[in-house]
């Protein structure tokens, strides 16, 4: 009994291998097209928090593809430093500028009095 279990099986394995990779004429299963992701972070203007939000990664057998995951954090990081930078350079120009204004008025008080301090 345990021999014809054994032989069973080995045969049944057997069709199923062969039935996978395509029987007699010797062809093998097509490999199947990588996904592409579906929303793409725009190229020609800067990402928004909706483009964020819509993106969806394609998905594998053991996660997202390393490939499409490390282009979304790289154009983020960009995106992300190059805020970072302009919002310096505009902080560096209202410091310069609010360095250099000259001190106006004071719109409440009369001419020639002083204010009690």
């Known amino acids: 009994m345990f021999f014809f279990l054994l032989i069973t099986m080995v045969v049944v394995v057997a069709a199923v291998t062969l039935a996978v990779i395509g029987?007699?004429?010797?062809?093998?299963?097509?490999?199947?097209p990588p996904e592409q992701?579906?929303?793409?972070?725009?190229?020609?203007?800067?990402?928004?928090?909706?483009d964020v939000d819509a993106l969806r990664l394609p998905v594998t057998p053991r996660g997202y593809r390393m490939a499409d995951v490390d282009d979304v954090l790289d154009r983020l990081g960009a995106e992300l430093a190059e805020r970072d930078a302009r919002i310096a350079e505009l902080e560096a120009a209202l410091a310069g500028a609010q360095a250099t204004a000259v001190p106006r008025p004071d719109l409440f008080t009369k001419p020639g009095e002083q204010e009690d301090r």
């Open 23 to 32: 029987g007699n004429d010797g062809t093998v299963l097509p490999d199947a």
């Open 37 to 50: 992701p579906a929303d793409p972070l725009p190229a020609n203007r800067p990402v928004a928090r909706a």
